[in-house]
């Protein structure tokens, strides 16, 4: 996947890979006539057996197996504990895991981690309690040198807490941290700004609204340290000086040992606010030295706004060669933002569609498919989801674009028709967990609706190829456990019931894993645990299967395995 001269279309050359893989595979499996069979030789004893355990393959047949074997980065085989224990030798590293699950490594189709590294966040993922929140800060404060920054961009929501849902003040932050600058960014709604932070960001009685946002003054004109809207949100973050290249590579090494932790092996990074090189040379630099201890599939993010930043895109595009990486860091082809103007919100009932915007995203579109690259665009509303499916049928006449995987993201109100249309299309649909922190709003704005949105069963009804992630980590929870958890419970952080689509554990672990796997196309590599696929698995604390359905998100891995490797195992550092 490395040869740069080839000019052929780039979702031809990711075909060509994973036909290479299937036809190895079935090689290994013909069996020769008795005269012409090579004498056999003694197969090499795997480095690491795990045995006593109860293992999803999460495979076709989505069977349990007791044992297992890892050879280098591969599964070697699956089985009963007896036949796995012939296999080891004298060097074989034995797990027995005691009665434990193990599942497939959690894949995210639809995520932002490779931004978050830009800060050592503290998070409020998870926390259902105000006053927690608040020692948590107080923790963060009390290790964190004086005049360093301390932020929480997104993740939570004043509705997650059960016990105070207020907003969270300039007065009370500085009582906590006088002498740190510190943002609380809640979703993209708000953020609030101590008095060092204000001071810090340059933000005073004379600073302008930023576009789309409001700095809140008070009766004397000051600001009260309450930023709005989404405008006014990346206004703010913009203005946390970054670190230097030795201290975001430690924030890199800290979240990706994070996310081992809550049991991400994989994703594939959407990109976001501000991104450039810098964000993933740290991604890079680990790759190369084979330290990166987990996945990642990137594409490219531009966000253009006008005809004219459309033309800078669309020589960008001519230019992309996707697939020139391995299967730790790789970057697969274009998103999210088609054309700005025409981006649909979760919290906004209407989107404007105006035909001279829906042009520039076609232009965008017919460029992504001459060049055969993928594509997964940001789409929500139901309208809207007709006004692309409507160009795409359109383009897909002219330059034929269905077995390039292009996928939809979100798709909150996304209809049985419109998912038969992108069937037809060859698409699929990345459905995410954004009510988690954000249900109870979705219901103030959409009333009814909410309670379908996103529609899981409507859309694992469909048939259609699909698979299940966050969105983190600005707008929900990173937790890959909290997104199973709502997708079988439909409650939030804080219990609320929000949603009634719900499906079923073995659905939602196979949206999670074997289907996002062919979203990242890496169908031949991840997904399942299955011989001749990578050692991506996790060793559950508890079983996914059998615990209450309430206790899902709060299930933990106390092991984690990505290529072979053990990259996280509980109680140790």
Known sequence: MNDSRSDKPVIHRVFRRTALAAMLSIAAVVTLPAAAQPKPEARPAPDTILVNGRIATVDDQFRFVQALAVSGRRIAATGTNADIRKMAGPA??????????VIPGLIDNHSHWVRAAEHDELRFDGITSRAQALKLLADRVR??????WISVLGGWSEQQFTDDQRSFTRAEIDAIAPNHPVVLQAVYLHSTLNTAALRGA??????????????????DG??????TGAGGVAFVAAR?????????????????????????TSWMDAGGRGMSARHYEPYAELARRDELDVRVFWTTIRQPATPEQVDKVLAEISTLRPFQGNDYFDHVGYGETMYGPLTTQLLRKETVVRPEDVAQMVRIARALAERGIYLNAHVEMEDVIDVYLAEFEKLNAQVPFRGFRWSFSHLDQVTAVQLDRMKRLGMTAQIHSRPLIQGVLMHRVHGDKAWDMPPFRRVQDSGIRWGLGSDATAVTTSNPFYTLGFAITGKMVGGHHVNRQTISREEALIAHTRNNAYIVFQESNLGSLAPGKYADLLVLDRDYFRVPADDI????????????RVVYEAGKR
Do not use: C, Y
């Open 92 to 101: 074989t590293k034995v797990i027995d895991l005691q009665g434990r699950t």
């Open 143 to 148: 290790t964190t040198p004086a005049g360093e």
């Open 202 to 219: 340059k933000i005073d009685a004379s600073t302008p609204n930023p576009p789309n946002g409001v700095i809140e003054k008070g009766a």
């Open 222 to 227: 000051q600001p009260t340290g309450m930023v």
């Open 240 to 264: 946390i000086p970054l670190k230097d290249r030795d201290a975001w590579l430690a924030n890199t090494r800290k979240l990706v040992r994070e996310l081992n932790a809550m049991g991400i």
């Open 553 to 564: 998100k709060d299930l933990k891995p106390v092991l984690t395995m990505v290529g072979g």
